[in-house]
Nanobody
Framework: VQLQASGGGLVQAGGSLRLSCAAS????????MGWFRQAPGKEREIVSA????????YYADSVKGRFTISRDNGKNTVYLQMNSLKPEDTAVYYC?????????????????WGQGTLVTVSS
């Protein structure tokens, strides 16, 4: 599976962005998907995750109520809608795919990673 993240950019605080992660391969629908982020000088952290069917989701406390994860298995794409962005959301955002199909919150639960897309939120 190859993953291509896009949609990052520069936005003012309070604004919105939608990240997309397009996957290659015919088995996308079997994978659990996650979005992680890494800010400068910090460790990579989980932001959100979704099961293979979309029936289960996870959100980090810091983004609950502001971010929404979704997927379209017909388009081999997972999305992260980010609203009410804050300067502390500034980071490189990575999408990841886990072959067991479940919601995963640890790096080790994912088998494939995209290249990352930079989100910068100005105050």
């Amino acid at each position: 599976v190859q993953l291509q993240a896009s949609g990052g950019g520069l936005v003012q605080a309070g604004g919105s962005l939608r990240l997309s992660c397009a996957a290659s391969g015919r088995t996308f629908g079997n994978y659990g998907m996650g979005w992680f982020r890494q800010a400068p000088g910090k460790e990579r952290e989980i932001v959100s995750a979704i099961s293979w069917s979309g029936g289960s989701t996870y959100y980090a406390d810091s983004v609950k109520g502001r971010f929404t994860i979704s997927r379209d298995n017909g388009k081999n794409t997972v999305y992260l809608q980010m609203n009410s962005l804050k300067p502390e959301d500034t980071a490189v955002y990575y999408c990841a795919a886990g072959k067991y199909g479940r919601v995963g919150v640890r790096n080790t639960e994912y088998d494939y990673w995209g290249q990352g897309t930079l989100v910068t939120v100005s105050s």
